[in-house]
């Protein structure tokens, strides 16, 4: 055997002697007045201290202690009020009409309602027998301005030409043109010899933007109104 062999057999025997005493004190060494640890119970980890006794937990290698988390304090911010927003309705307002200050254009049924039944003649702005391409041919005549937010009350001249649609339409087209204010268009005796003609009018015044102010019941004559003040230009 060589001396390295003998040598780390000795030292060998030697320890498990100073094991076997260790053991029989209950595994403390009176030279150091605390336990240590036999080759049985020897581990490739010594702790550096110890902390037996002490109120420390230990933390697993590689876990980070996170600080326990705090309610978020929640604020309170002032409440705002919005207004409201204004409704605009898109519902036409009935526009206030004075016939004191309209003007009255057309034929017979026109001067009943503005002239006082005067006959006229092809100057004025009502004539008995006007037809309606006359009467659109008289307010073109008429000097810019005339019509300048005027409220104008028109019985086409039909019920002296016929059922001159155009005409008609073009009549409103030149008073809107010439910045009338509104366009009250008069309507026809409601009797057989007119059927339709008053449903016309209300569609042109309304492709038009004008009052229609509908038909009436004529007098014996079955075509002028019996009582003028009673016709409602409204």
Do not use: C
């Amino acid at each position: 055997m060589s001396k390295h062999s003998q040598a780390k057999s000795k030292a060998k025997a030697f320890i498990d002697i100073r094991d076997r005493d260790i053991n029989a004190r209950g595994g403390f060494d009176p030279r150091f007045d605390k336990r240590i640890k036999t080759n049985e119970e020897k581990s490739d980890t010594i702790p550096l201290f110890d902390l037996s006794g002490s109120q420390y937990q230990p933390v697993p290698i590689g876990k980070v202690e996170e600080p326990s988390a705090q309610p978020e304090a929640i604020v309170q911010l002032p409440q705002t009020t919005t207004a409201p927003e204004p409704v605009v309705s898109n519902t036409p307002q009935p526009i206030s009409f004075n016939p004191s200050e309209a003007l009255f254009y057309g034929d017979s049924i026109a001067t009943g309602l503005g002239h006082g039944g005067l006959r006229g003649d092809d100057t004025t702005d009502a004539q008995w027998g006007r037809g309606a391409g006359s009467v659109l041919s008289l307010m073109n005549n008429r000097p810019i301005g005339t019509f300048e937010g005027k409220d104008v009350v028109l019985s086409t001249g039909i019920l002296n030409s016929g059922a001159n649609w155009p005409a008609v339409r073009s009549q409103i087209n030149l008073l809107n043109n010439r910045g009338a204010r509104s366009v009250r268009l008069v309507g026809v005796p409601n009797t057989p010899t007119y059927s339709g003609w008053n449903e016309q009018l209300q569609k042109i015044a309304g492709e038009t933007g004008a009052i229609f102010l509908g038909g009436y019941t004529p007098s014996r004559d079955g075509v002028h109104m019996p009582n003028y003040s009673n016709y409602s230009l409204n």
